[in-house]
């Protein structure tokens, strides 16, 4: 199995560009999430999904978009990217909401805006 | 909002040494976790913890659940050198939420 994907590892945008993040996962999980993480941070929850067809706000969710039209796949969308965004982003899943650990990461993608 | 405080920040040891490191929080919570990340790597869970008072270990590793419930350690003994990378604590709040503390960076000295 290969567990949580994301891709790309690497971007680099301008300020005003919009991109998606990818983050596919093959263990059949119902609950994935999108963090953030910057230096001498904890994650940042900015998004979560408790199935397909469901979505909800994190911590910090403005300036992203999330949608979850399947089971597998829950893209980030960063609208109109900022310096602020500048960070590395991670996507994780679970078997269920329920289930007491994010027990799966993906590698992360690390973007930069300038 | 919630705030998890997590001590040490970094810790400089000898190999063969132990280790402890431990979370406070401002709020009640559930569950705790602590992950480990390696560099250019997501986070890795090592131990979850899911009653107040609970003590759980993961070969060299040993965590508790405070009785409070605002309260997580982690032990690592007899470091090694593999065990260099960032510690997390995080602990998952009564809607189910993980808050996650800023890390504490191992490092081994040569």
């Known amino acids: 199995n290969a567990g949580v994907t994301q891709t790309p590892k690497f971007q680099v945008l301008k300020t005003g560009q919009s991109m998606t993040l990818q983050c596919a996962q093959d263990?059949?999980?119902?609950?994935m999430s999108w963090y953030r993480q910057d230096p001498g941070m904890g994650l940042r929850l900015i998004h979560y999904?408790?199935?397909?067809?469901?979505?909800d706000q994190g911590e910090v969710p403005n300036g992203y978009n999330v949608s979850r039209s399947t089971t597998e796949d829950f893209p980030l969308r960063l609208l109109s990217a900022a310096p602020s965004q500048t960070s590395v982003y991670f996507c994780?899943?679970?078997?269920?909401?329920?289930?007491?650990?994010?027990?799966?990461f993906g590698q992360g993608t690390r973007l930069t805006v300038v | 909002g919630q705030q998890l405080n997590q001590s040490p920040q970094s810790m400089f040891i000898q190999e063969g040494e132990d280790v402890s490191m431990n979370c406070t929080s401002s709020?009640?919570?559930?569950?705790w976790l602590w992950y480990k990340q390696d560099p250019g790597e997501g986070p890795v869970l090592l131990i979850a913890?899911?009653?107040a008072g609970e003590l759980t270990s993961n070969g060299r590793l040993t965590a508790q659940f405070g009785i409070t419930r605002k309260d997580s350690f982690l032990n690592i003994s007899a470091s090694i050198p593999s065990d260099v990378g960032i510690y997390f604590c995080?602990?998952?709040?009564?809607?189910?939420?993980?808050?996650w503390g800023a890390g504490t960076k191992l490092i081994i000295k040569p």
């Open positions: 995080a602990g998952k709040d009564s809607n189910y939420q993980l808050i």
């Open positions: 913890l899911y009653k």
């Open positions: 263990m059949n999980h119902e609950y």
């Open positions: 709020s009640i919570f559930n569950t």
């Open positions: 994780a899943s679970s078997y269920s909401e329920l289930s007491n650990t994010e027990a799966f």
């Open positions: 999904s408790v199935g397909a067809g469901i979505t």
